[in-house]
């Protein structure tokens, strides 16, 4: 199954584009202790947090970096309760478009395999992205 979300940010393609790609920047909107990166395609990029004080590590690989146009990355999460095999991993794809006052950024979720974890994301990728832009926007 694929998600897709959508949201319009006041704010530079390249401020959304760090936001999204900087793990410094992440933390401070997505709910992940620690990011680490290393902020190129083919590299790796690993999330760490905690669900319900269960800790998780999600173990990805960036598949796409282009500044200020799109970033994406596969990635296993250990709280997804299956083995880290490549066909359990599931798929991040944000794609970014600068308009005149604003920047359009719609993020979509594949090879999600559950209906509820679907549902659930369904929910949780409107929080993301309402953090991203509130955060985003009350620094400009």
């Not at 401020?15 to 190129?40: G, M, W, Y």
């Not at 596969?74 to 944000?94: A, D, F, I, K």
Request: hydrophobic residues 35%.
């Amino acid at each position: 199954m694929t998600l897709e979300k959508s949201v319009s940010i006041a704010v530079t393609s390249n401020a959304v584009f760090n936001a999204l790609t900087s793990p410094q920047e992440i933390v401070k909107h997505f709910p992940f202790e620690a990011v680490t990166s290393d902020c190129r395609e083919d590299g790796e990029i690993t999330f760490q947090g905690a669900v319900n004080g269960v800790p998780f590590t999600d173990y990805g690989r960036i598949t796409r970096f282009e500044p200020g146009k799109a970033f994406a990355y596969r990635y296993w999460s250990t709280n997804h309760g299956t083995e880290r095999r490549p066909e359990n991993e599931l798929e991040v794809r944000y794609e970014i478009v600068a308009g005149q006052d604003q920047t359009h950024l719609k993020v979509v979720q594949d090879r999600i395999s559950s209906p509820d974890y679907f549902d659930m994301m369904n929910t949780a990728w409107d929080h993301l992205l309402g953090a991203l832009k509130q955060n985003l926007e009350s620094r400009s």
